[in-house]
């Protein structure tokens, strides 16, 4: 009687197998999350595999030990990534401070959380990787869309940073685009958001490939639009293309920018 109630223990992720050979890497991939018992096994055994099989070095600000304080460490390595991968789960706030550099710098993030709950609703279009530590094999799973996320944003990084913080002059540093691209991006971001939030989480990787969406999900859209501050033309161009017509999508637009709490409730409801 007595073993059957211990508490369950998370499965510990299986050791990957050893590789032949190494191949050099081509930048670094900064890890930010909390520190300490399962997790320091979690990041040397999925996080580490996962991300040189991407080709990237693996750091986390632990590595460093310099007598210099730790934010100006964090800062350097956050510069110096080619990609950052963000595990937010248990909404540790040092990991989103982390993650609000990392924004400002426009670089782009591969989001990790074990709930869409640990994920703030600003924060879900970017790619959103949700694992469970009690399903089977579930290390080796992480490792294998880890590194494919990896590989997928060094192919478009601009994809995985928010469009806000995005550069459109090549003059600035960081991740540049023209103004089309990044209108383009935002778009694909909102759909993505739109998706997970009324039809539950899309993989990693995943597009959304529909071209008409229904009445609620058109005003969800919509909300969405007018909380970035959209102008009603924008919002239309976005959304005609989905299937409601113009006077519906103005009409709309309208009654959202009269009630704001109607605005809220909307962005508020279908979370997962």
Not at 50 to 76: C, E, M, Q, Y
Not at 118 to 123: G, K, R, Y
Not at 171 to 189: N, W
Request: hydrophobic residues 40%; glycine residues 6%.
């Amino acid at each position: 009687m007595a073993a059957a109630q211990e508490t369950k223990r998370p499965r510990r992720p299986s050791r990957p197998r050893a590789r032949k050979a190494k191949k050099p890497s081509s930048g670094i991939c900064f890890t930010i999350m909390p520190f300490g018992g399962w997790l320091d096994d979690y990041y040397l055994e999925v996080y580490v595999p996962a991300i040189k099989a991407a080709g990237l070095a693996p750091h986390r600000a632990d590595d460093l030990f310099r007598p210099s304080t730790i934010v100006n460490d964090i800062w350097d390595y956050t510069k110096k990534a080619r990609v950052l991968l963000a595990d937010l789960t248990g909404k540790n706030p040092n990991v989103f401070y982390e993650l609000g550099l990392a924004h400002a710098l426009a670089k782009p993030a591969i989001l990790l959380a074990e709930s869409m709950d640990d994920i703030p609703f600003d924060l879900r279009s970017l790619r959103i990787i949700v694992y469970d530590k009690n399903a089977h094999d579930w290390g080796a799973t992480l490792r294998t869309k880890i590194t494919a996320a990896i590989r997928e944003v060094l192919n478009s990084p601009a994809a995985a940073v928010l469009p806000a913080f995005l550069n459109v002059s090549p003059a600035q540093a960081g991740t540049t685009v023209t103004p089309q691209q990044k209108e383009l991006l935002e778009i694909r971001q909102d759909l993505d958001l739109l998706k997970r939030e009324v039809g539950g989480e899309v993989g990693s990787l995943g597009i959304d490939r529909r071209t008409d969406i229904g009445p609620l999900e058109a005003r969800r859209l919509i909300a969405h639009l007018v909380r970035r501050g959209a102008s009603p033309e924008l919002i239309v161009r976005r959304l005609r293309p989905l299937g409601p017509p113009a006077d519906w999508i103005e009409s709309t637009i309208s009654e959202l920018k009269k009630n704001k709490r109607l605005l809220y409730r909307l962005l508020r409801e279908g979370r997962p």
